[in-house]
């Protein structure tokens, strides 16, 4: 009598733990057969992303699309290191898919089922693949700066151009430090880090704050919090399209490119790959402009009709506004991107 | 009558009647008792205890598996991880004081407060607490930032020409660290406050103490140890604080809970992560059995 | 370490909390040197009255002077008055020997006169190897010592205690009242003391005030409450009475004054008689405690009279005293205490 109530209670104790324990886990082994998940960069460009990649390539291939948000390559490095990869596809910036790569951390693609025609050759990689091509730009409050800085050593300068600043300290922050410095676009890479970041200690007292996600410069241009500041084109276009009295020019902008990969051991690969060819399509493709001041990465998608000339001739990737652009080098982000994040890691300290 | 057992009733009763029964029960109970605390034990050991052995054993591997002292040998070489471990006991330090020289008074003023009225005030106090932190922090950012409700009332009020600097560095992270901290401090040191006897300040007052002289030779003694544990808990909390040096220090307070996210994200084995926190895990522990030698010290 | 105590004079306290009058223009003087009481049931003011001779409340109006020093306005710390708490308040940090000390060292004596002076205090309450004890270490008798000794150690001229030895079991209250009373003798302090206790009141004070809805309704010495009560309150709270019409007046009977004899055989003296019939005896140990229903048309038909004997005096006595039996009762005529009720 006194052994089973003792050992009752041990029994019942433990299985609450037990419980507890089950329901922390998540018992959501299965995946629903017809879905892959995606991760992307959240906020309003991820909103964009809803209406012109995922919601159509779900219709096209019947693959319900979960998209969820990541803020970088550690998350995918966390999924497969601890062997719990959850999503399927997960999109990183710049040389972020090739350092990814490099790690092991992804899964080769499968070219049988999608169709790179219109995709510039060096952006189809074994393991990857470009998605879409973004721009960081300068912008600026049109009601406190009214001769806004031309060029990125303007910028640099708040003797010449008088105002509050903010930068973010990473990825192409170098190249505009080393264009400000006076290195020609043409002689830019490989990066002389050394004398970026000498340019950007002696910038940093000017900075009135550092942003560090997207979200947080929208705030800083909406609020007025600072007179310039660098953004990319999908934030500062939304906030001009929402009244703020911001405006932002290609002049010196840096062009990069955004970036597909499936996490190595995905449970959904071939869905994936799926997907991934069906947002690639020139018809999908043509979706983004009207969403978000992007482009496409496939040219084809400017044979469709979707995209009406006065459309284009406003994209990123239009002739006109790429001329007066930097193409950023992919390759050498791969190669170069952790230690430059220790650098600007010393330099905030 | 005359054994020397004792008498009752005119019965004699043996040596240890019922001794070995009585000892049973008290052992049974003994054993119910840990047995019903095991889960929790348990749960120490497999989410607490665990865990922080698992990341001291991954500090010293590299992402090839190998053994190595690199994740600790970078923090000695690079003076910024200096700057960074000091930055961060600075402004937990700080923010430690300011919820002190705060929450003391409002503490104090709860604890004489009739119960009804302090409720309500302790309800202004908790209420913010349950707010998710983010909200919080962006609210204050709101509050602080250039055009700011803050600056722009002290504007138009012609009290300063041009809007202060309240945001986006260390007084920005101290003003919503110090918010957020504040009831950690309070709801300890109000605990304590309420145990003191009211009629001992009485006594004070009536032996001839001023009632200066009395708060600082009776009151407050009484209430440090409530004070002291929450500033330990606030100081604790505050090494780890993440968020609101993020969002408010606009990159100019960089502690150590960002270094060590940017390690997750920079390095590819967690080595370098997990050395930092090993790090400040053992300074942090150097730091409470200092600090609690000293307060006992000061108390003898 | 003897000292002159202040006289203290109390003129005109008026209090009232929201419309409940705790203290009803209030007057005592106080002897300088005298123990007095502050005796009431329990709401009746005498704990505010102590609070505002303290510094701790204040009233509405009135003057409250120690000697001829103004004290109404003066803060509690400025008072120099010795005060023991109910609960003994002392110090949970501090030891035996600091708390003592403490009052001392608030007035910068000089060290080596704290030690002498601490010593002696803790002498003179009995413990004097309790120094260095740390005070949840101490029984409720102990700390109610050391509570003492801290608020005599100054030699303050005012001693107040609120309810000092309502925490104490009988015999160790008992023992305490007589020591606190030596204490006075030898320390010469003027000392008000707040106690709902009549017996204790009795027992320690010089005179006894007693409030009642903080009226004072009787200040004197306890002869005088007892043998010559001013009032139906006073004659019925302090010690046992009964009341009886009698001749047209209020007559207050305490019961151990009163001669029982079987019917027709009360002789000699001056008697006022009553005749009844027994209800009910108690043994109380040390005396008989008995109840009799008056029947007697005279005076006091209904009443249920109580009376108390002395064991001995009915061992020897005449046995008179059962259950259901018919007696007569005298009160000696010059113990009969007759309250003149015009007066109210």
């Given at each position: 009598?006194?052994?089973?109530?003792?050992?009752?209670?041990?029994?019942?104790?433990?299985?609450?733990?037990?419980?507890?324990?089950?329901?922390?886990?998540?018992?959501?082994?299965?995946?629903?057969?017809?879905?892959?998940?995606?991760?992307?960069?959240?906020?309003?460009?991820?909103?964009?992303?809803?209406?012109?990649?995922?919601?159509?390539?779900?219709?096209?291939?019947?693959?319900?699309?979960?998209?969820?948000?990541?803020?970088?390559?550690?998350?995918?490095?966390?999924?497969?290191?601890?062997?719990?990869?959850?999503?399927?596809?997960?999109?990183?910036?710049?040389?972020?898919?090739?350092?990814?790569?490099?790690?092991?951390?992804?899964?080769?693609?499968?070219?049988?089922?999608?169709?790179?025609?219109?995709?510039?050759?060096?952006?189809?990689?074994?393991?990857?693949?470009?998605?879409?091509?973004?721009?960081?730009?300068?912008?600026?409050?049109?009601?406190?700066?009214?001769?806004?800085?031309?060029?990125?050593?303007?910028?640099?300068?708040?003797?010449?151009?008088?105002?509050?600043?903010?930068?973010?300290?990473?990825?192409?922050?170098?190249?505009?430090?080393?264009?400000?410095?006076?290195?020609?676009?043409?002689?830019?890479?490989?990066?002389?880090?050394?004398?970026?970041?000498?340019?950007?200690?002696?910038?940093?007292?000017?900075?009135?704050?550092?942003?560090?996600?997207?979200?947080?410069?929208?705030?800083?241009?909406?609020?007025?919090?600072?007179?310039?500041?660098?953004?990319?084109?999908?934030?500062?276009?939304?906030?001009?399209?929402?009244?703020?009295?911001?405006?932002?020019?290609?002049?010196?902008?840096?062009?990069?490119?955004?970036?597909?990969?499936?996490?190595?051991?995905?449970?959904?690969?071939?869905?994936?790959?799926?997907?991934?060819?069906?947002?690639?399509?020139?018809?999908?493709?043509?979706?983004?402009?009207?969403?978000?001041?992007?482009?496409?990465?496939?040219?084809?998608?400017?044979?469709?009709?979707?995209?009406?000339?006065?459309?284009?001739?406003?994209?990123?990737?239009?002739?006109?506004?790429?001329?007066?652009?930097?193409?950023?080098?992919?390759?050498?982000?791969?190669?170069?991107?952790?230690?430059?994040?220790?650098?600007?890691?010393?330099?905030?300290? | 009558?005359?054994?020397?057992?004792?008498?009752?009733?005119?019965?004699?009763?043996?040596?240890?009647?019922?001794?070995?029964?009585?000892?049973?029960?008290?052992?049974?109970?003994?054993?119910?008792?840990?047995?019903?605390?095991?889960?929790?034990?348990?749960?120490?050991?497999?989410?607490?205890?665990?865990?922080?052995?698992?990341?001291?054993?991954?500090?010293?591997?590299?992402?090839?598996?190998?053994?190595?002292?690199?994740?600790?040998?970078?923090?000695?070489?690079?003076?910024?991880?200096?700057?960074?471990?000091?930055?961060?006991?600075?402004?937990?330090?700080?923010?430690?004081?300011?919820?002190?020289?705060?929450?003391?008074?409002?503490?104090?003023?709860?604890?004489?407060?009739?119960?009804?009225?302090?409720?309500?005030?302790?309800?202004?106090?908790?209420?913010?607490?349950?707010?998710?932190?983010?909200?919080?922090?962006?609210?204050?950012?709101?509050?602080?930032?250039?055009?700011?409700?803050?600056?722009?009332?002290?504007v138009s009020w012609g009290i300063i020409d041009q809007p202060l600097a309240l945001v986006h560095n260390l007084t920005g992270t101290l003003i919503g660290m110090t918010h957020v901290m504040i009831p950690f401090l309070v709801l300890p040191l109000y605990a304590t406050m309420k145990t003191i006897d009211p009629n001992l300040l009485r006594?004070?007052?009536?032996?001839?103490?001023?009632?200066?002289?009395?708060?600082?030779?009776?009151?407050?003694?009484?209430?440090?140890?409530?004070?002291?544990?929450?500033?330990?808990?606030?100081?604790?909390?505050?090494?780890?604080?993440?968020?609101?040096?993020?969002?408010?220090?606009?990159?100019?307070v960089i502690m150590i809970a960002q270094r060590i996210d940017n390690s997750v994200s920079l390095y590819p084995s967690w080595g370098a992560a997990s050395a930092l926190g090993v790090v400040l895990l053992l300074i942090t522990i150097v730091l409470m059995v200092v600090g609690l030698w000293i307060s006992k010290l000061a108390r003898r | 370490?003897?000292?002159?105590?202040?006289?203290?004079?109390?003129?005109?306290?008026?209090?009232?909390?929201?419309?409940?009058?705790?203290?009803?223009?209030?007057?005592?003087?106080?002897?300088?040197?005298?123990?007095?009481?502050?005796?009431?049931?329990?709401?009746?003011?005498?704990?505010?009255?102590?609070?505002?001779?303290?510094?701790?409340?204040?009233?509405?109006?009135?003057?409250?002077?120690?000697?001829?020093?103004?004290?109404?306005?003066?803060?509690?710390?400025?008072?120099?008055?010795?005060?023991?708490?109910?609960?003994?308040?002392?110090?949970?940090?501090?030891?035996?020997?600091?708390?003592?000390?403490?009052?001392?060292?608030?007035?910068?004596?000089?060290?080596?006169?704290?030690?002498?002076?601490?010593?002696?205090?803790?002498?003179?309450?009995?413990?004097?190897?309790?120094?260095?004890?740390?005070?949840?270490?101490?029984?409720?008798?102990?700390?109610?010592?050391?509570?003492?000794?801290?608020?005599?150690?100054?030699?303050?001229?005012?001693?107040?205690?609120?309810?000092?030895?309502?925490?104490?079991?009988?015999?160790?209250?008992?023992?305490?009242?007589?020591?606190?009373?030596?204490?006075?003798?030898?320390?010469?302090?003027?000392?008000?003391?707040?106690?709902?206790?009549?017996?204790?009141?009795?027992?320690?004070?010089?005179?006894?005030?007693?409030?009642?809805?903080?009226?004072?309704?009787?200040?004197?010495?306890?002869?005088?409450?007892?043998?010559?009560?001013?009032?139906?309150?006073?004659?019925?709270?302090?010690?046992?009475?009964?009341?009886?019409?009698?001749?047209?007046?209020?007559?207050?009977?305490?019961?151990?004054?009163?001669?029982?004899?079987?019917?027709?055989?009360?002789?000699?003296?001056?008697?006022?008689?009553?005749?009844?019939?027994?209800?009910?005896?108690?043994?109380?140990?040390?005396?008989?405690?008995?109840?009799?229903?008056?029947?007697?048309?005279?005076?006091?038909?209904?009443?249920?009279?109580?009376?108390?004997?002395?064991?001995?005096?009915?061992?020897?006595?005449?046995?008179?005293?059962?259950?259901?039996?018919?007696?007569?009762?005298?009160?000696?005529?010059?113990?009969?205490?007759?309250?003149?009720?015009?007066?109210?």
């Open positions: 009598m006194k052994k089973t109530s003792k050992t009752k209670n041990l029994l019942m104790a433990w299985s609450a733990l037990g419980g507890i324990a089950a329901g922390l886990l998540g018992v959501s082994g299965q995946a629903m057969a017809q879905e892959v998940t995606v991760a992307s960069w959240g906020g309003t460009y991820q909103e964009a992303l809803r209406k012109a990649f995922y919601g159509p390539a779900s219709k096209e291939t019947g693959i319900t699309i979960k998209d969820v948000t990541l803020k970088g390559i550690a998350d995918v490095r966390l999924q497969v290191k601890a062997n719990a990869v959850v999503w399927d596809v997960a999109e990183l910036f710049g040389g972020g898919c090739e350092q990814a790569r490099r790690e092991d951390l992804s899964e080769p693609l499968d070219y049988s089922v999608i169709k790179t025609d219109g995709i510039p050759p060096q952006l189809v990689n074994s393991h990857w693949i470009a998605i879409n091509s973004y721009s960081t730009v300068m912008a600026w409050n049109t009601d406190r700066v009214k001769n806004p800085p031309k060029n990125w050593a303007e910028f640099f300068d708040n003797k010449k151009v008088p105002g509050t600043r903010s930068i973010s300290p990473q990825s192409v922050t170098v190249e505009m430090a080393l264009l400000a410095d006076g290195v020609p676009a043409d002689k830019l890479y490989p990066l002389d880090l050394d004398r970026a970041f000498k340019k950007l200690a002696e910038f940093k007292p000017q900075v009135t704050t550092f942003w560090m996600t997207g979200a947080a410069s929208t705030q800083l241009a909406l609020s007025g919090e600072v007179d310039m500041l660098t953004m990319w084109t999908s934030r500062a276009q939304a906030a001009k399209n929402e009244g703020a009295k911001i405006d932002y020019t290609y002049e010196g902008a840096l062009l990069g490119i955004q970036c597909l990969m499936v996490p190595k051991g995905a449970k959904n690969k071939a869905n994936a790959m799926k997907v991934i060819a069906s947002m690639l399509t020139p018809e999908i493709q043509a979706n983004l402009p009207h969403h978000v001041a992007y482009s496409p990465i496939n040219a084809k998608a400017m044979d469709t009709g979707k995209i009406p000339p006065e459309l284009a001739r406003t994209l990123n990737s239009s002739p006109e506004n790429r001329a007066k652009q930097v193409v950023v080098d992919v390759m050498w982000w791969a190669d170069h991107g952790q230690e430059v994040q220790e650098r600007f890691d010393k330099l905030m300290k | 009558m005359s054994g020397q057992g004792g008498t009752s009733l005119g019965l004699t009763a043996p040596a240890g009647l019922n001794a070995e029964g009585i000892a049973e029960d008290i052992r049974r109970e003994r054993r119910n008792l840990r047995l019903l605390a095991s889960p929790a034990l348990g749960l120490v050991l497999v989410l607490i205890i665990g865990p922080m052995l698992w990341l001291f054993y991954l500090s010293f591997y590299n992402e090839h598996g190998q053994f190595t002292f690199e994740h600790y040998a970078r923090m000695f070489d690079e003076g910024a991880y200096f700057t960074i471990f000091w930055t961060t006991f600075e402004v937990s330090a700080i923010v430690t004081l300011f919820c002190a020289l705060l929450g003391y008074p409002l503490a104090y003023l709860l604890a004489q407060m009739p119960a009804r009225w302090a409720n309500i005030v302790m309800l202004g106090v908790l209420v913010p607490f349950w707010t998710a932190l983010l909200v919080r922090t962006y609210a204050w950012l709101v509050l602080l930032q250039r055009r700011g409700l803050v600056n722009d009332t002290l006594a004070s007052g009536s032996l001839g103490a001023s009632p200066t002289r009395a708060f600082w030779s009776v009151y407050y003694p009484l209430s440090a140890p409530g004070l002291y544990a929450g500033m330990i808990l606030v100081f604790i909390f505050c090494l780890g604080f993440y968020v609101t040096p993020a969002v408010l220090g606009g990159g100019r | 370490m003897s000292k002159q105590g202040l006289s203290v004079t109390v003129t005109g306290i008026n209090k009232k909390f929201g419309s409940h009058v705790a203290l009803d223009n209030v007057n005592i003087f106080i002897k300088p040197g005298e123990f007095i009481s502050l005796l009431g049931p329990s709401g009746s003011g005498k704990t505010t009255l102590l609070m505002i001779l303290a510094g701790f409340a204040r009233p509405d109006s009135g003057s409250v002077k120690f000697g001829e020093t103004e004290m109404i306005r003066m803060p509690p710390h400025k008072r120099n008055i010795g005060m023991m708490f109910q609960n003994y308040a002392l110090f949970p940090h501090m030891t035996v020997g600091e708390n003592v000390a403490y009052p001392l060292k608030l007035r910068r004596t000089p060290k080596a006169e704290i030690v002498q002076r601490v010593t002696a205090a803790l002498d003179l309450v009995k413990l004097a190897q309790y120094g260095d004890r740390r005070v949840d270490q101490l029984s409720g008798g102990q700390r109610q010592r050391v509570a003492l000794a801290r608020a005599v150690v100054f030699q303050p001229q005012v001693l107040l205690m609120d309810e000092p030895l309502s925490a104490l079991d009988k015999n160790l209250r008992e023992q305490m009242q007589i020591e606190i009373r030596q204490l006075h003798e030898k320390l010469g302090m003027t000392t008000i003391t707040v106690t709902h206790d009549q017996r204790e009141a009795l027992t320690m004070s010089d005179r006894v005030a007693v409030i009642d809805h903080g009226k004072l309704m009787q200040f004197g010495t306890p002869v005088e409450l007892y043998e010559r009560p001013a009032n139906r309150f006073v004659a019925g709270f302090i010690g046992e009475s009964t009341f009886i019409e009698h001749e047209g007046r209020t007559l207050v009977v305490r019961p151990e004054r009163l001669q029982v004899e079987k019917p027709g055989q009360l002789n000699g003296g001056d008697w006022i008689k009553f005749a009844g019939r027994v209800q009910s005896v108690i043994f109380q140990g040390d005396s008989l405690l008995s109840t009799v229903l008056l029947s007697d048309k005279a005076g006091g038909q209904g009443v249920a009279l109580q009376l108390r004997q002395t064991v001995s005096r009915t061992a020897a006595g005449n046995g008179s005293l059962n259950i259901d039996t018919e007696v007569e009762i005298g009160l000696h005529r010059g113990d009969a205490i007759f309250l003149d009720e015009s007066k109210q």
